[in-house]
């Protein structure tokens, strides 16, 4: 939930909660909501911290939201721990504790809150919070159950039609996937969330021109999917449409994305058309991506790219990539560094850090970073 919504849900829950506890005198809230209006977090803290009454759930609520709006999600937790220790059924403190573990990527800590949050409201945004949380936990069967009672009640909510699909596609029920895609696209034909599977559904059901219709959407939007591509380059080429194989692979290199799979189908359509010079020019791209070391710079590069987004994931996952392709014990590092500053989860990060000072001794990598790691792993009590 976006930082503009938590704000609504906080007053209008503050609005209905009179009876929590009086307006404490020392506080204004005019001036609370100023600061908030003017995005001035840290003096919002300041004011509240010197004002603030421990059992006023009124007021530590404020205090909470200035402190997640700060980025200072530590204090956040706990004071959101200390309103449901007041009052257990206070709705907005399970939404930002749960929202606040999923940023962190510690799903399992966010399944009580979400849990909790569907008994009290058990509402189509409730359960797909709590699916999205099981699945992000690994624990795919109890999500999906969620999942489906989330659709059951809001069946034109993109995330849970795109999800529902990719399960159902997970479990090569592909009729079971059409069904819960179809309605949605024919509501709204443009939703690129929902678009994606949806061609991926078409292929699995052979519907090889419906695939290739989907894609020249997605084409004509801009919307980059090397998945979702790949099955139309295939689906192309499965018709003869060789030139629209072609031209995917067209599409996707003018944005540097194309990939080998595109690639070696826009190949092979050239054989077709017997435009051999070209196909082989694309066959020689292909086996220079295949071996290319280069690629572990890329994924590194792309790495910083996301990190700087604080797009955390797909920054571990980019290094996790480099470090399965060319094993650098450097990347392990990293992926540590990630989750020890970004994600302040020092019990993964220990993992990375312990694993890179193995493999760092084996290949004789950078002395001062294992020298810092050993400092770091014995400062998190990681150490020996």
Known sequence: MHARCYLLLLLIHLGLSSTYAQQAPEIDQAVVMSYFQDQQYEPAIQYLQSRIQPDNIKQLALL????YQAGKWPETIQTYQQILHLDSTYIPAYQYLGGIYMQQEQARLAIPHYRKLAALQPQAQTFKQLSFALFAAREADSGFVYLQQAY????FDSKVVARM????????RYNAADSVLQPYLAKDSLQTTVIIPAVKTAYFRKDYAQAIMLGQRLMRQQVVSVAAYTFVAAACYNLK????????NDFLTQMNMSTEAIMYYAAMACTQLKDYTRSNTLLQTCID???SKSLDDYYSAMSVNYEGQHVFRKATACLDT???LFHAPLRQYSIGRIYDYHLQNPAIAQRYYKRYLLLARNKDDDPAISRYVTQRLREMGGGK
């Open 64 to 67: 909470g939201y200035a402190y």
């Open 152 to 155: 059951a009640l809001n069946p």
């Open 165 to 172: 699909a990719e399960e159902w596609l997970d479990r090569q």
């Open 241 to 248: 449409r060789y030139q629209e194989c072609i031209y995917v």
């Open 289 to 291: 991506l295949a071996k």
């Open 322 to 324: 480099a470090y399965y």
